[in-house]
C-alpha cells in the first residue's frame, strides 16, 4: 500500500512565525502535490512537483514556498505565516499509468496561525 | 469556478437507502475519479471512469459518465454509517492538473 506521511496533524502557530509542513511519500512517486482545503471552496493546489529541485505554482501559491531535495519528501513553506493561511492542508503524491493519474493522499494537517 | 461542481452539497438518508451524488464540469476531460474523505483525513480513491465509459462499477459503487451533458453520477447501493463522508469527483484535461469538486457531504444514519 501507498503511504504518504505528514509531519504533523495539528498545527498552532503565531503570526509571521515560519512554518515547515513535511510530506514523506514511500512508493518512489514522481509527482507530489500540496492543497489546502477550506470549507465550501474543495481542494486547491498550492505547488507541484513533478521531479526532484523541480516545482510549479498551482492555483494559490501566494504567501508559500516549497522544496523538493529528494524524490520523497516535498515541504510546504509558509514564510511568514498569517491568519488567513488557517486551513488544512493535504500532502499527495501520484502514480501516472496508462493515460491515468491517481493521486494519493496524506492525512493531512490542520493548522491554526494565531 | 471549479472544474468539478458536485450536487448535493449534503445528504442525509438512512442506512440501507442508497445515495446518488452528482458532478458536472465545464470542460472535455480524459477519465474522471470520485474520491472519498472522512472526517479530518486525507482523501482516497475510489474509482475512475474514462472518457469512453459509460459505466462502471465496483463492489456497492456505481458511476456513470454522459460526456454529451458533461455529467457523472456516483451510487452507492445499501449505503451503511461507514459511508459517512465527503465525495468528491477530480477531472483531469490534457493538461497536467487534476482538477476537484467542492464534494458532496453524505451523512448515513443508523
Known amino acids: 500500500d501507498v503511504k504518504v506521511t505528514q509531519s504533523s496533524r495539528y498545527l498552532v502557530k503565531r503570526t509571521g512565525e515560519k512554518v515547515f509542513l513535511e510530506c514523506v511519500q514511500d512508493?518512489?512517486?514522481?509527482?507530489m502535490f500540496w492543497y489546502r482545503q477550506d470549507p465550501g471552496l474543495g481542494l486547491r493546489l498550492i505547488y507541484f512537483?513533478?521531479?526532484?529541485?523541480?516545482?510549479e505554482k498551482g492555483d494559490i501559491p501566494e504567501g508559500y514556498s516549497v522544496s523538493r531535495e529528494k524524490k520523497e519528501r516535498f515541504s510546504l513553506i509558509l514564510e511568514s505565516a498569517s491568519t488567513n493561511q488557517t486551513s488544512m492542508y493535504l500532502c499527495?503524491?501520484?502514480?501516472?499509468?496508462?493515460?491515468?493519474?491517481?493521486?494519493?493522499f496524506g492525512p493531512g494537517t490542520r493548522l491554526l496561525v494565531l | 469556478s471549479q472544474q468539478g461542481e458536485e450536487d448535493p452539497q449534503a445528504l442525509s438518508i438512512q442506512e440501507g437507502e442508497n445515495a446518488t451524488m452528482n458532478c458536472s464540469y465545464k470542460t472535455s476531460i480524459n477519465n474522471l475519479q470520485w474520491y472519498r474523505q472522512n472526517s479530518g483525513r486525507g482523501l482516497v480513491h475510489l474509482i475512475l471512469i474514462r472518457s469512453n465509459e459509460r459505466e462502471k462499477h465496483s463492489g456497492r459503487l456505481r458511476v456513470t459518465l454522459d460526456t454529451s451533458k458533461k455529467s457523472s453520477s456516483l451510487l452507492i447501493t445499501a449505503s451503511r454509517a461507514a459511508d459517512t463522508a465527503s465525495y468528491f469527483c477530480a477531472t483531469r484535461t490534457g493538461g497536467f492538473k487534476t482538477i476537484f469538486g467542492a464534494g458532496t457531504r453524505l451523512f448515513v444514519k443508523a
Open positions: 499527495a503524491s501520484s502514480l501516472f499509468s496508462s493515460g491515468v493519474e491517481t493521486q494519493y
Open positions: 512537483s513533478y521531479d526532484v529541485k523541480m516545482k
Open positions: 512508493m518512489d512517486h514522481e509527482n
